[in-house]
Nanobody, 117 residues
Framework: QVQLVESGGGLVQAGGSLRLSCAVS????????MAWYRQAPGKQRELVAS???????SYDDSVKGRFTISRDNAKNTVFLQMNSLKPEDTAVYYC???????????WGQGTQVTVSS
């Protein structure tokens, strides 16, 4: 059974930093595409950053230069380092894992990030 557990969210002032973690069990982050999404109140869930199995990385324009996605294969964990946070970054952040054998991707339960001005 594949499970994703996010952690690291919280309340931070604008300009501050947070590091989100997504611990995966039942599959391996090294061979599956992973991504971070976020959903603000009243808005659709949006892609923030992604990393392919080959290590290719992409970011939404709104977070380029401020957020960094990475993975630790030994810990089977994906991270999202968020710097220079802005109030508009406030959202629930989710990680997603895709596999070649599952029709649907797997999602974590989400972690709340709140940035105060």
């Amino acid at each position: 059974q594949v499970q994703l557990v996010e952690s690291g969210g919280g309340l931070v002032q604008a300009g501050g930093s947070l590091r989100l973690s997504c611990a995966v069990s039942g599959s391996r982050v090294s061979i599956n595409p992973m991504a971070w999404y976020r959903q603000a109140p009243g808005k659709q869930r949006e892609l923030v950053a992604s990393i392919t199995s080959g290590g290719s990385i992409s970011y939404d324009d709104s977070v380029k230069g401020r957020f960094t996605i990475s993975r630790d294969n030994a810990k089977n964990t994906v991270f999202l380092q968020m710097n220079s946070l802005k109030p508009e970054d406030t959202a629930v952040y989710y990680c997603k894992l895709e596999t070649s054998w599952s029709f649907s991707p797997f999602w974590g339960q989400g972690t709340q990030v709140t940035v105060s001005s």
